[in-house]
Each structure stands twice: as structure tokens, then as C-alpha cells.
T-cell receptor, first 115, second 112 residues
Framework: NAGVTQTPKFQVLKTGQSMTLQCAQDMNHEYMSWYRQDPGMGLRLIHYSVGAGITDQGEVPNGYNVSRSTTEDFPLRLLSAAPSQTSVYFC??????????????FGPGTRLTVL | AQSVTQPDIHITVSEGASLELRCNYSYGATPYLFWYVQSPGQGLQLLLKYFSGDTLVQGIKGFEAEFKRSQSSFNLRKPSVHWSDAAEYFCAVGAASYKLSFGAGTTVTVRA
């Protein structure tokens, strides 16, 4: 049972490039979320999903897209990277209730630098 | 809107000493409260949570937290700190929704 996995661990992009951050969980959790972590700001929710085929925006969705075609996978796409998207990105899942009302299981994170 | 304040950015404590991390929240109803810990280069791990009932909550690694409604606080405590407790600690407040708001975090340094 690997829990929540994320790839890559590190990534450097140039401004304007696109990329996809991968997230997978093997716990059969319905709820999955993407957060970004910036110094002094804690974690902020980017997008979340309440099940396969259902996604919605969080606090800071601009510049990011998500889709959820399976229960296991929840990729995050950066459409045109900007330096302001330099951050550490965490994927999380929860089993039976939305993130605000249940334990979140976090992946190890992806450290992204946009030059 | 819900929000969390962690007044202490950085705390240094000696190994074996007690630790208390402060957390104040703002929320209109009874909140769901969490403490998460992040070791360097790792993801976050749940220490404990409060949804209802007994206001003193026990968690993993010997941590406990007390919910005080009158003070809108959910402070985290540990009686005797170990070197492995050096990490960043996040308080979070949620509700029966997608929204989980995190504080800015408190970094704990443990000196020998």
C-alpha cells in the first residue's frame, strides 16, 4: 500500500512551458485535492475532486487545470507556467468526507521552479 | 470566512522540555480542527483532530491538544520533546465542505 504518490519530485520549467504533475492513490479514496505551499502562507487549495469525473475550484485555481478520469489518479496541469507558480505542490486524498471534515493523506510533494 | 492564526513562526526548545504551540481560529460554527506535522522534505501527516466531544484530544507521538471554544483556540502540547519532533507544525480548520484552511505554520527546533 503506497498511499499517495507524486511525480516528479523536482521540476524546473521556463516561463510559458506547460507540464503535468502526477498524483495517484491506492486507498480507493473518493476525495482528492491539490495544494500549493508557499513560505509563510501555509497550504492553499488549488482544485479538488469528490469522485471520478467531478472536479471543482479551490482558493487559487488560476493557471491550473485538473481532471479525474479514474478514482486513483488526479493530475494537475500547468497551462503556461509563470514564476508566480514556483512552489511546492502537494496532492492529498481523504476517504469518506470532504477535506474540511476528514483526515487528509498527503503525498511527498513536487518542488517546482519556474524561471 | 474561516481562518487560522499561528502566532509563533519559530520555537526553539530543549530536548526533554515541554512544548506548546498556539493556534487560534475564526469560524462561525463548531469547527473541525486539525494539527498536521511536516518533517523536512516530507508531506504532511495528521497528528490529531477534533470534531466533537471531549475537548482534550490525544494524538500520535505523545501529542495532545485542547479545544477551548471561549478562546477560539486549539493549542498543541507535548510534555517532553524528543529530537525527532523537530519539524513544521500546521494547525487547520475545516467544516463539512471542501474548504480546509491552514495556518502559516510553526517551525520547531530541538536543541540537545
Amino acid at each position: 500500500n503506497a498511499g499517495v504518490t507524486q511525480t516528479p519530485k523536482f521540476q524546473v520549467l521556463k516561463t510559458g512551458q506547460s507540464m503535468t504533475l502526477q498524483c495517484a492513490q491506492d486507498m480507493n479514496h473518493e476525495y482528492m485535492s491539490w495544494y500549493r505551499q508557499d513560505p509563510g502562507m501555509g497550504l492553499r487549495l488549488i482544485h479538488y475532486s469528490v469522485g471520478a469525473g467531478i472536479t471543482d475550484q479551490g482558493e487559487v485555481p488560476n493557471g491550473y487545470n485538473v481532471s479525474r478520469s479514474t478514482t486513483e489518479d488526479f493530475p494537475l496541469r500547468l497551462l503556461s507556467a509563470a514564476p508566480s507558480q514556483t512552489s511546492v505542490y502537494f496532492c492529498a486524498s481523504s476517504s469518506s468526507a470532504p477535506p474540511g471534515a476528514d483526515t487528509q493523506y498527503f503525498g511527498p510533494g513536487t518542488r517546482l521552479t519556474v524561471l | 470566512a474561516q481562518s487560522v492564526t499561528q502566532p509563533d513562526i519559530h520555537i526553539t526548545v530543549s530536548e526533554g522540555a515541554s512544548l506548546e504551540l498556539r493556534c487560534n481560529y475564526s469560524y462561525g460554527a463548531t469547527p473541525y480542527l486539525f494539527w498536521y506535522v511536516q518533517s523536512p522534505g516530507q508531506g504532511l501527516q495528521l497528528l490529531l483532530k477534533y470534531f466533537s466531544g471531549d475537548t482534550l484530544v490525544q494524538g500520535i507521538k505523545g501529542f495532545e491538544a485542547e479545544f477551548k471554544r471561549s478562546q477560539s483556540s486549539f493549542n498543541l502540547r507535548k510534555p517532553s520533546v524528543h529530537w525527532s519532533d523537530a519539524a513544521e507544525y500546521f494547525c487547520a480548520v475545516g467544516a463539512a465542505s471542501y474548504k480546509l484552511s491552514f495556518g502559516a505554520g510553526t517551525t520547531v527546533t530541538v536543541r540537545a
